[in-house]
């Protein structure tokens, strides 16, 4: 017969396993929040319990009585939870510990805002159990405080511990990041908050206002295009950040989830026809504007499907619409600034910016990445940064339309616009500094009979070389223009008579020696100087170096000639 073993040996050995199951035992059930006034922004999860009901089924006693097989609670984790798209019903449970003498009122925040149902049950004085629902498949008025995100009051009752259960249903992705906060720190954090939206709300604002300014200036269609792209991108940010369901259809949760996708595939459209634009595919590369331009209507012929889609069908369909676009247009981009062109170098920033914050987005809206206050909000970043950058791109065009207004296209001189300009300017400066401004006109000899000899495109080409020697041949702070036809101007800051008419007789020499395979290709040239012989405004200074000029076809041509109070204008012959 075997002796009983010693009362100590049993004692000692229940003592053992509950020590090896000590610490499983306390990780089943987390430890409740003991509440404090200090508390602010307390993040929940490390004292939350989490259960997925994969079925959908449970009902609340069922979860609360964990009578289900699967209805099992696990600790939650010390993040909060990304579980992705997900058809399954998340339940949460968290206990609070007043050991205060009055009750006390705390606000829990879910900082994701695009979540269909949450559902939240507490006990009421009589011991029942109470449920509130919200999300954004019903009317933003029937939330508890009407806020972006979800907001729920939870009165504790002194000397007490109070549990609360939660679930999180949605045909789109589950994130779940509970915090508790006392009023007064959850206004201070919500005034911090808003602050943050409206710096950058206004700095898209100002970026629309710049560019529908700018675009009334050129009237080109890329900044109006970019226009679309930007406003549709700031509803869509409007939207994820769930201001737009607040503010703009806050009894319409239908519209306000398939809002979603329709303001995503009107931002694709707009960025291709801006990409389009911006690129100049049309004359650079004709078949890449047309696979864009396929791509397009594809996707605008696709919009009213999605009003016949599935909310997580429409999501993750226009979620590959946008990578594809993405990796379309970032392609597109690479190839023009291997070819050199300046626009796509800014563009190439831009879109890697938007790249970086839609990936890292969508990262955490398939469950890849954690959830938590630069994830949710990276696509807005990289958007900001996106359409920062954009905008210089279209400063440089606007830059560039400045230039070319004021350039003419054949010969690259500046303009009769920008003559007018110059003159005044060189005119009030010449006045203020006491200094000689002289102006010299060239005009190219029987250029008519030329035309009718060799034709338009061989007159244009002298025009080009005539331009080429100018441009070549003068230095600041003299300026050469096309005066307008076959007419050159020469303004000469700072240069008196004698010079500027050495500088006259050498054009005419370099233009005359130039052309070989012409006839008699000459120029005439006249020039006057402010303050001699009697020119003494702006006006009086271009009407004699016109005369001048005249006189110098009256005496034959290919001379220049220097204005004179004796000279009378003459008709050129």
């Not at 997925?52 to 006693?61: N, P, Y």
């Not at 509130?132 to 907001?151: K, N, T, V």
């Not at 060239?442 to 331009?467: C, P, Q, T, Y």
Request: aromatic content about 12%; glycine content about 6%.
């Amino acid at each position: 017969m075997t002796a009983a073993p010693a009362p100590w040996v049993g004692v000692a050995a229940i003592a053992f396993f509950a020590f090896i199951a000590m610490p499983a035992l306390s990780q089943s059930v987390a430890n409740p929040l003991y509440l404090h006034t200090g508390l602010h922004a307390q993040p929940l999860a490390p004292y939350m319990d989490l259960l997925e009901d994969r079925s959908g089924q449970l009902t609340f006693a069922q979860v609360r009585e964990q009578s289900a097989p699967s209805g099992a609670f696990r600790p939650f984790g010390p993040r909060a939870l990304n579980a992705g798209f997900s058809d399954s019903v998340w339940w949460v449970r968290f206990s609070l510990v007043n050991t205060g003498n009055t009750a006390a009122t705390y606000l829990l925040r879910q900082d994701y805002p695009l979540i269909d149902y949450i559902e939240l049950w507490q006990q009421d004085e009589t011991g029942r159990w109470r449920q509130r629902r919200s999300g954004d498949r019903l009317p933003f008025r029937q939330r508890d405080i009407e806020h972006r995100d979800f907001l729920f009051i939870l009165d504790v009752p002194a000397k007490t511990s109070a549990t609360y259960y939660l679930s999180f249903r949605s045909a789109g992705p589950i994130n779940i990041g509970l915090q508790l906060f006392t009023p007064e720190n959850l206004l201070q954090a919500l005034s911090a908050e808003q602050l943050l939206h409206g710096l950058a709300y206004g700095a898209y604002l100002v970026l629309i206002a710049y560019n529908l300014f700018i675009f009334f200036i050129v009237r080109d269609k890329v900044f109006l295009y970019y226009l679309a792209y930007l406003s549709f991108t700031v509803v869509n940010i409007a939207i994820h950040s769930g201001f737009a369901f607040q503010f703009l259809w806050p009894d319409s949760p239908d519209w306000a989830n398939r809002s979603v996708s329709v303001f995503a595939i009107l931002a694709i459209v707009a960025v291709l026809q801006f990409s389009r634009g911006i690129l100049e595919l049309r004359d650079y590369a004709p078949r890449l504007d047309s696979l864009l331009r396929i791509a397009m209507v594809s996707f605008a012929c696709a919009l009213p499907v999605i009003f016949w889609l599935p909310y997580a069908t429409q999501v993750v369909s226009v979620s590959l619409l946008a990578l594809a676009t993405a990796l379309l247009v970032l392609w597109i981009v690479v190839v023009r600034v291997l070819s050199g062109y300046a626009a796509a170098f800014y563009f190439l920033a831009a879109w890697l910016a938007l790249l970086i914050g839609i990936g890292v987005y969508l990262l955490k809206s398939f469950g890849f990445l954690p959830h938590n206050v630069f994830t949710q909000h990276s696509s807005q970043i990289g958007s900001l940064v996106e359409m920062l950058i954009l905008s210089l791109a279209l400063g440089s065009r606007f830059r560039v339309f400045r230039i070319e207004s004021r350039t003419d296209a054949l010969t690259r001189l500046f303009n009769r616009r920008q003559f007018d300009e110059m003159l005044l300017h060189e005119f009030k400066r010449a006045r203020r500094l006491s200094q000689p401004l002289t102006l010299l006109l060239l005009d190219v000899d029987h250029f008519k009979r030329l035309n009718d000899r060799f034709g338009h495109a061989e007159g244009d080409k002298i025009l080009k070389v005539i331009g080429n020697i100018l441009s070549g041949s003068i230095r600041k702070p003299a300026l050469p223009f096309r005066f307008g036809g076959e007419e050159f101007a020469v303004l000469l800051p700072r240069t008196n008579h004698s010079d500027a008419a050495a500088l006259g007789e050498r054009l005419r020499k370099k233009v005359a020696g130039e052309f070989d395979r012409y006839e008699g290709i000459t120029i005439s040239g006249g020039l006057a100087t402010l303050d001699h012989a009697g020119v003494d405004t702006m006006e009086s200074l271009l009407h004699a170096a016109d005369s001048a000029l005249y006189q110098a076809k009256a005496m034959g041509r290919n001379c220049v000639v220097r204005f004179d109070r004796t000279l009378a204008p003459a008709a050129s012959p």
